[in-house]
């Protein structure tokens, strides 16, 4: 369906900043969302931000405030601006995108994940 490209993950100590990208793949299929999921250590895999083509926006509590979703529609690419970063958002970061064929959801696709690590 879509082929995504996560980017920008490295090593950041505590307050520090990120910004992750993610490319989708060009596609005759339509993208209606967008989103960043993250897995820490030993945890199950959480949504972090997500962005319709319609720019609604929804964020996990734990990161409002320090974490910013943009998109470029026309790239169908994605970012993520993490800001204050604390050792709890230590995790592979997702990137996900929904696709759809008319109004016929065709499930969403992941990327291969980009690790993010903050030290104390």
């Known amino acids: 369906q879509v082929q995504l490209v996560e980017s920008g993950g490295g090593l950041v100590q505590s307050g520090g900043s990120l910004r992750l990208s993610c490319a989708a793949s060009?596609?005759?299929?339509?993208?209606?969302?967008m989103a960043w999921y993250r897995q820490g250590p030993g945890k199950q895999r959480e949504l972090v931000a997500r962005?319709?083509?319609?720019?609604?926006?929804n964020y996990a509590e734990s990161v409002k405030g320090r974490f910013t979703i943009s998109r470029d529609g026309a790239e169908n690419t994605v970012y993520l601006q993490m800001n204050n970063l604390k050792p709890a958002d230590t995790a592979v970061y997702y990137c996900?995108?929904?696709?759809?064929?008319?109004?016929?959801?065709?499930?969403?696709?992941w990327g291969p994940g980009t690790q993010v690590t903050v030290s104390s």
């Open positions: 962005i319709t083509s319609t720019d609604e926006i």
């Open positions: 060009r596609t005759i299929f339509t993208i209606k969302a």
């Open positions: 996900n995108a929904e696709a759809y064929s008319g109004t016929f959801s065709l499930g969403g696709s």
